[in-house]
């Protein structure tokens, strides 16, 4: 039986990923977690280092874009155990692929920014000379 001692409150499990305790809440309630997150003899919420490891997974899937859909997917499939590593793979790859394309754009774009930048630069300086 677990006791107050025992790992994290939700809100220091909170602080240390970052999040809100309403976003840790929302992500048990969506079946993201890969176990039950224990509670102590009163009932509060306990964290273990794997539950904080995993969140911080599900954090960077979210902000790269992972619909929660696919976490979801990809976290009962980690419940499941051994014996779907091709489906888990696929589930991450295709993340991967749509990321890197993103990325790509987001590169291109970022390249027409200092594009424009240079030229304001460029006059700028043209303007100290000058004057």
């Known amino acids: 039986m677990a006791t107050l001692t025992d790992g994290f409150s939700i809100a ?4 240390r990923c970052g999040l809100t305790t309403h976003t840790l ?3 048990e309630r969506e079946g993201l977690l890969l176990t039950s997150i224990g509670r102590a003899t009163t009932g509060h ?8 490891e995993w969140i911080t997974l599900i954090t960077r899937l979210r902000a790269t874009g992972m619909p929660i859909r696919d976490i979801r997917t990809h976290a009962a499939l980690c419940r499941q155990g051994e014996g779907n590593e091709t489906e888990r793979l696929a589930v991450l790859s295709a993340h991967r692929n749509r990321v890197l394309t993103e990325l790509a754009q987001t590169t291109a774009h970022l390249s027409a920014i200092d594009g424009k930048i240079g030229i ?12």
């Open 120 to 131: 304001y630069q460029h006059r700028l300086a043209r303007s100290a000379r000058i004057g």
């Open 25 to 27: 809440r929302y992500y």
């Open 12 to 15: 220091q499990a909170a602080q």
């Open 45 to 52: 919420r306990r964290y273990t280092e794997p539950d904080l």
